[in-house]
T-cell receptor, first 117, second 110 residues
Framework: EPEVTQTPSHQVTQMGQEVILRCVPISNHLYFYWYRQILGQKVEFLVSFYNNEISEKSEIFDDQFSVERPDGSNFTLKIRSTKLEDSAMYFC???????????????FGPGTRLTVL | QQPVQSPQAVILREGEDAVINCSSSKALYSVHWYRQKHGEAPVFLMILLKGGEQKGHEKISASFNEKKQQSSLYLTASQLSYSGTYFCASGVQGAQKLVFGQGTRLTINP
């Protein structure tokens, strides 16, 4: 069964450093997302990506963050100058279609646990 | 607008039933249900699109009352494998994002 994969599973970085989190969405999916989950809390939307551009972003997704689809399979989240409060689990998700006017089924990858020291 | 789930936590014995509710102050365009086990990714369970819709998946089913702006997840004859945190997420019309509720932690004891 196709699945979303993410690397690395765990990333430890020093405050102020840049990190790149990588995702390989399900191959025939068209919509890609990043969510984050601070330990013990709810899942929060960061950004959605469609047709090689950001389709929507949350207020969390400020200039510190960027996304890219560098080739036909990878989808990356870059966090510049990491802060302590960026420590969280980051999930990539993908979906194959958009329902009329809204999101379709989104499938999540296993996540990257980011620890900022 | 974040959907609100109730209860926050449930403890059951294996074989018992549970209901998890999800409501919103704004109209729900669609409702998505996920289960997350500790340290793992949320796993998609089902999506409900229309008011009055009901869906089932093994012994897990859900309903969507569009007028009441709420959805309920029903777990029947619970199994140990049902333990985890259940999230509802609302789909926003005209957008792709999901807005997640705060989760309901379900513990099934033997």
């Amino acid at each position: 069964e196709p699945e979303v994969t993410q690397t690395p599973s765990h990333q430890v970085t020093q405050m102020g450093q840049e990190v790149i989190l990588r995702c390989v969405p399900i191959s025939n999916h068209l919509y890609f997302y990043w969510y984050r989950q601070i330990l013990g809390q709810k899942v929060e939307f960061l950004v959605s990506f469609y047709n090689n551009e950001i389709s929507e972003k949350s207020e969390i997704f400020d200039d510190q963050f960027s996304v890219e689809r560098p080739d036909g399979s990878n989808f990356t989240l870059k966090i510049r100058s990491t802060k302590l409060e960026d420590s969280a689990m980051y999930f990539c998700a993908s979906s194959g279609y958009s329902l009329a006017g809204g999101p379709g089924e989104q499938f999540f990858g296993p996540g990257t646990r980011l620890t900022v020291l | 607008q974040q959907p609100v789930q109730s209860p926050q936590a449930v403890i059951l014995r294996e074989g018992e039933d549970a209901v998890i509710n999800c409501s919103s102050s704004k109209a729900l365009y669609s409702v998505h249900w996920y289960r997350q086990k500790h340290g793992e990714a949320p796993v998609f369970l089902m999506i409900l699109l229309k008011g009055g819709e009901q869906k089932g998946h093994e012994k897990i089913s859900a309903s969507f009352n569009e007028k009441k702006q709420q959805s309920s997840l029903y777990l029947t004859a619970s199994q140990l494998s049902y333990s985890g945190t259940y999230f509802c997420a609302s789909g926003v019309q005209g957008a792709q994002k999901l807005v997640f509720g705060q989760g309901t932690r379900l513990t099934i004891n033997p």
